[in-house]
């Protein structure tokens, strides 16, 4: 049974990322606020990591990196590596050393969601002559609402965990 379960918490998180991933690549869908949307993606790859094992929080940080990537980054991989990365280790610090709740997921995606906007903006705007008006312009709203969505999505994804885990 609780492989079956998995296979529909797999398949509720790939619904979301294509979900999220339309949402943010149709023109005109979604207004910009303060001048940038914020990344969707990133905070379902990092709610996922949060609830599931390593493995599969691994493949879900691909994923969702790829799509960023693929979406709206000039730094093709950029994401897809540091997804990979991150939801690998979130995925087994979460189920190893520290017990997943709000808080702590809070201040976990904060790090992370600065972390990559900076190495974002690091890479693809160093040559870049008005980089601190983009960085102030767009960066700093995008990092702001990517935090308030991943909040959002981490009780959408301990819902479906929870709903669809053999644990509870």
């Known amino acids: 049974m609780d492989k079956k379960n998995a296979v529909f918490r797999y398949i509720a998180y790939a619904v979301e990322m294509v979900l999220a991933f339309v949402l943010l690549s149709?023109?005109?869908?979604?207004?910009?606020?303060?001048?940038?949307?914020?990344a969707l993606l990133l905070g379902i790859a990092?709610?996922?990591?949060?609830f599931e094992r390593e493995i599969p929080a691994m493949i879900f940080g691909m994923v969702a990196?790829?799509?960023?990537?693929?979406?709206?980054?000039?730094?093709?991989?950029?994401?897809?590596?540091?997804l990979t990365v991150v939801c690998f280790l979130i995925g087994w610090v979460a189920n190893n050393l520290v017990k997943a709740n709000p808080m702590n997921y809070l201040l976990t995606a904060a790090v992370v969601i600065g972390g990559l906007y900076m190495l974002y903006f690091g890479i693809e705007f160093y040559h870049v002559a008005d980089r601190w008006t983009y960085f102030q312009a767009h960066l700093i709203s995008r990092m702001i609402q990517s935090l308030l969505w991943s909040a959002v999505w981490y009780f959408v994804n301990r819902f479906v965990y929870h709903t669809l885990s053999e644990e509870t």
């Open 26 to 38: 149709t023109p005109n869908l979604l207004p910009d606020i303060f001048g940038a949307k914020p």
């Open 46 to 50: 990092l709610s996922i990591a949060t």
């Open 65 to 82: 990196g790829a799509l960023m990537d693929f979406g709206y980054s000039n730094a093709l991989g950029l994401f897809t590596i540091a």
